[in-house]
């Protein structure tokens, strides 16, 4: 059982604002002490470069930094060498399409699918543009993707299957595992987007098997500005760097340099040091409470809130039949930025919008969704205000 009062008591942002009822960390999660505490204390009192100076406080600098890159492994099962810090889930499938478009060729067939984010499907189609790629989408099956509709496109040409763990509109789960076994089992590489799954359900990339995963730290009750690429390390070793500059070189030549070997010849120019430790620290909190009972919470929290509002007339939920840690609705006849304002003067927020997933809003034949997403620091308080305020909104805006 997750106390909430305790754990808001570590979220500084709840001694500002006591009665926020936030259910929007699905775009944002608010930061943990532990978080601003371990960025503070490198900012106040450190401040100095990675893996350059050999003085004391520089090499307290590129500890902290490591250390911090070991934490992150650790969580998702991976080696540290296989963890590279990038600015976020963006940079990272940025980074992984434009590496792995070197290995490529016209007539290469890539998969992907219409629940995907733009940063998990612009870096790709413009990719499949570039060199002539063919794209093939999954058929979805009431929102979700099935192992049968991923078989029907998948084939001895796939070169790439990009997906990703949870999506941001539905919230639902992809059938990862087995979708990385048929995957290898054509030859093809699997790229994950775990920017949503990351800080709900346990993320091991060895048991699930997958060649690269990205995720962000703003969404882990971690910093702005950080996110992170896993490779698998054999894959990491062929693949060529897209960005260069300082410290990733090894030797410098005017015909052809070398790079360092690693996650280091992916990260050009000064790291955000700041973030990378105070990401780690989120991590560490997670893994107090242990990821599998905020995951409970979140459901426990989420189906209280489906159940009371499903058969609600006037209110349409897009992702009721299925295991997810938010909910897609909308008032009918009602704009979602309008419901969303509404909201706000019930001291809820909720997200409004396209969500960054303008194919997900028409397979949904949506312009915009409304989002309510579930955190570790949510209450049942919370869902009632929520399920009061949508209401009421409903009653308002079909009343006139
Ligand atoms: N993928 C998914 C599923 C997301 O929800 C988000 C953030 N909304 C991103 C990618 C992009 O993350 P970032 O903005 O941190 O790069």
């Not at 989408?137 to 001895?156: A, Q, R």
């Not at 840690?325 to 704009?335: A, K």
Request: proline share 2%.
């Amino acid at each position: 059982m997750i106390d909430v009062k305790k754990i808001r008591a570590q979220f500084p942002v709840y001694s500002k604002y006591p009665e926020m009822r936030f259910f929007d960390s699905a775009a944002s999660a608010f930061k943990h002490q532990s978080v601003i505490e371990a960025m503070m204390d490198y900012l106040s009192f450190n401040g100095t470069n990675v893996h350059r100076g050999v003085y004391q406080l520089a090499a307290e600098s590129t500890t902290k930094y490591e250390h911090a890159r070991s934490v992150i492994a650790k969580f998702i099962n991976a080696s540290a060498e296989e963890v590279i810090f990038t600015k976020s889930t963006t940079h990272s499938i940025n980074l992984a399409a434009n590496s792995l478009g070197l290995t490529l060729q016209s007539g290469d067939e890539i998969i992907l699918s219409e629940l995907e984010h733009h940063s998990n499907l612009l870096p790709w189609l413009e990719l499949a543009s570039r060199l002539n790629l063919v794209v093939k989408f999954i058929p979805l099956m009431d929102g979700m993707i099935t192992i049968d509709n991923f078989k029907t496109v998948l084939t001895n040409k796939t070169k790439l299957v990009i997906t990703h763990h949870m999506s941001n509109v539905m919230g639902y789960e992809t059938p990862l595992q087995e979708m990385a076994k048929f995957t290898h089992e054509v030859g093809a590489k699997i790229i994950v987007d775990a920017a949503q799954s990351i800080v709900h359900i346990k993320t091991d990339v060895k048991a699930l098997d997958v060649d690269m995963l990205a995720f962000s730290g703003h969404k882990v009750y971690g910093p702005n500005g950080i996110g992170v690429l896993y490779i698998k390390s054999g894959l990491m070793s062929k693949l060529s760097p897209t960005e260069f500059g300082g410290e990733m070189v090894d030797k410098v030549h005017l015909d052809g340099s070398t790079w360092k070997s690693g996650a280091y010849k992916f990260e050009a120019g000064t790291p955000a040091i700041a973030e990378a430790i105070g990401l780690a620290k989120a991590f560490e909190f997670i893994d107090s409470i242990g990821i599998e009972n905020i995951h409970q919470h979140e459901l426990h929290l989420r189906n209280y809130v489906v159940d009371k509002l499903k058969d609600e007339p006037g209110i349409t939920v897009f992702n009721k039949h299925g295991e997810s840690t938010l909910l897609s609705f909308n008032i009918d006849e009602v704009h979602p930025h309008d419901t969303s304002s509404f909201l706000d003067q019930h001291g809820v927020a909720v997200r409004a919008g396209h969500h960054c997933n303008q194919l997900t809003m028409k397979y949904l034949n949506q312009d915009a969704t409304v989002r309510a997403s579930f955190a570790i620091y949510n209450s049942i308080e919370d869902c009632d205000i929520l399920i009061k305020a949508i209401l009421e909104t409903r009653d308002f805006f079909h009343s006139i």
